[in-house]
């Protein structure tokens, strides 16, 4: 892993194709849930749960 970092800088941090499955979330999704997981207090809670941090951010409702 250091080879392509070195030998190509920046460029080489790149996440190459995988196989398998593509996504089935996207980038905008994975960094809502980032953002809403780190920059905003929940109501009456101490902390988030990840089932009530997905009813919030999914645009199907639940």
Do not use: F, W, Y
């Not at 398998?20 to 809403?36: F, L």
């Not at 009456?44 to 951010?57: D, F, V, Y």
């Amino acid at each position: 892993m250091a080879a392509p970092v070195s030998a190509e800088r920046l460029d080489g941090l790149v996440d190459e194709p995988r196989p398998g499955r593509p996504p089935t979330i996207s980038v905008d999704q994975v960094e809502a849930v980032v953002v809403t997981t780190l920059e905003e207090i929940p109501k009456n809670a101490t902390r988030r749960g990840a089932h009530k941090t997905a009813e919030e951010i999914s645009p199907r409702g639940g």
